[in-house]
């Protein structure tokens, strides 16, 4: 069965104080690692998409990485703006996406 | 452009009774999910449609569960006899194509809360 874990659960930053956050994945044939930023009340909103160990991508100040068995999002610089949860999901063979329980970012001005 | 819509925003109902979440998908994407996401939980997988076929129902909890695409655009998640334990935010989503491989964009949710 797939399984999506993250950590931190939760994460207090400074602003300005940078750091990263963890996905670990066992998926049957991984097609996509997905990261997302939730805010309350709101449906999951679409960052990136990684498809294969080694590849990066970049939006504002995060930058997602990704390797055989983990993803890393990392913030660098954070504002306040960037208080959200992020999400991870993995697409497997099954064409469905299995998602972590997510990392709830606060940043402190 | 617009995205995927659901309503109604919020639901309550009494135990016992039937409830259809509707969701109304960003036009011509192809597959469009259902999840259902607890309080500081990430989603979790119902079932999802490529056209109006359903193509995986695996995530349904139990047989009081159903949904359609009938005519591959708009869906609805329906939820008979409903029980406590069904209350939680029932969330759809829809892809441009099939695959896996392709970001799902999610709707707003409907809070269903069952009293």
């Known amino acids: 069965e797939d399984q999506v874990t993250q950590s931190p659960e939760a994460l207090r930053l400074q602003e300005g104080e940078s750091s990263s956050l963890n996905c670990s994945y066992t998926?049957?044939?991984?097609?996509?690692l997905f990261w997302y930023r939730q805010d309350p009340g709101k449906g999951p909103e679409f960052l990136f998409t990684?498809?294969?160990a080694g590849e990066e991508k970049e939006k504002e100040r995060l930058k997602a990485t990704l390797t055989k068995k983990e993803s890393f999002l990392h913030i660098t610089a954070p504002k306040p703006e960037d208080s959200a949860t992020y999400l991870c999901?993995?697409?497997?063979?099954?064409?469905?996406?299995?998602f972590g329980a997510g990392t709830t970012v606060t940043v402190r001005a | 452009g617009a995205g995927v819509s659901q309503s109604p925003r919020y639901k309550v109902t009494k135990r016992g009774q039937d409830v259809a979440l509707r969701c109304d998908p960003i036009?011509?994407?192809?597959?469009l999910y259902w999840y259902r996401q607890a309080l500081g939980q990430g989603p979790e997988f119902l079932t999802y449609?490529?056209?109006?076929?359903?193509?995986?129902k695996s995530g349904l909890p139990n047989d009081r569960f159903s949904a359609e695409r009938p005519e591959g655009s708009i869906s609805t998640l329906t939820i008979q006899r409903t029980e406590q334990r069904d209350s939680a935010m029932y969330r759809c989503?829809?892809?441009?194509?099939?695959?896996?491989?392709?970001?799902?964009?999610f709707g707003n949710g409907t809070r269903l809360t069952v009293t």
């Open positions: 449609f490529n056209y109006e076929a359903q193509q995986d």
């Open positions: 999901a993995a697409g497997g063979g099954d064409y469905k996406l299995s």
């Open positions: 990684l498809y294969s």
């Open positions: 998926v049957s044939g991984l097609r996509g």
């Open positions: 036009s011509g994407h192809v597959s």
């Open positions: 989503a829809s892809s441009p194509r099939p695959g896996g491989d392709s970001p799902l964009h």
